[in-house]
Antibody, heavy 116, light 106 residues
């Protein structure tokens, strides 16, 4: 079955960079795009970026200058990097895949806390 | 970007009560998707393409709407329906979510 699982550093110091990995199974990255969505504690959802099956990307323009997404199809992994982190970047970071309309499959999320 | 405004932000309903929550878009959208999220868990796609129920979603749920106004209705509230519901559009980039409606059981 389709599964996505995020892994990340947990704690990041202010002004530092973040790297998160999403490992997928049950489908191929050469066939589906995968998105990143984040959710600050107690708040709503914010879409960040998608990497499509052909490797092209679409970014949320509000964060584009700070984000980078890539993938390794052979390892079934996606990588999200964000630089210049601040406390308001503290959030649960999810990877998600579409199927039909909307985001049908979600990972469990990885909590990133930005703190000194 | 299209802003989605959900109302009410918080509501409570008694078992068996009919529940309706709304999602208003700042510009016309073609479809609306809805997600259910319970505390400590990932969002689940609940209703997609405005009115299609995701797999496993009870038939007491329904979605409707068009243009800038969409709604999610529960015909008869059950305790397990207590959760936060988010609407989401992708008629234009970037995809955006509403702020959520927290539904509580009385």
């Amino acid at each position: 079955q389709v599964q996505l699982k995020e892994s990340g550093p947990g704690l990041v110091a202010p002004s530092q960079s973040l790297s998160i990995t999403c490992t997928i199974s049950g489908f191929s990255l050469t066939s589906y795009g995968v998105h990143w969505v984040r959710q600050p504690p107690g708040k709503g959802l914010e879409w960040l970026v998608v990497i499509w099956s052909d490797g092209s990307t679409t970014y949320n323009s509000a964060l584009k200058s700070r984000l980078s997404i890539s993938k390794d199809n052979s390892k079934s992994q996606l990588f999200l990097e964000m630089n210049s982190l601040q406390t308001d970047d503290t959030a649960m970071y999810y990877c998600a895949r579409g199927a039909g309309g909307g985001f049908a499959y979600w990972g469990q999320g990885t909590l990133v806390t930005v703190s000194a | 970007q299209i802003v989605l405004t959900q109302s009410p932000a918080i509501m409570s309903a008694s078992p068996g009560e009919r529940v309706t929550m709304t999602c208003s878009a700042s510009s016309s959208v073609n479809y609306m998707h809805w997600y259910q999220q319970k505390s400590g868990t990932s969002p689940k796609r609940w209703i997609y393409d405005t009115s299609k129920l995701a797999s496993g979603v009870p038939a007491r749920f329904s979605g409707s709407g068009s243009g800038t106004s969409y709604s999610l209705t529960i015909s008869s509230m059950e305790a397990e329906d207590a959760a936060t519901y988010y609407c989401q559009q992708w008629s234009s980039n970037p995809p955006t979510f509403g702020g959520g409606t927290k539904l509580e059981i009385k």
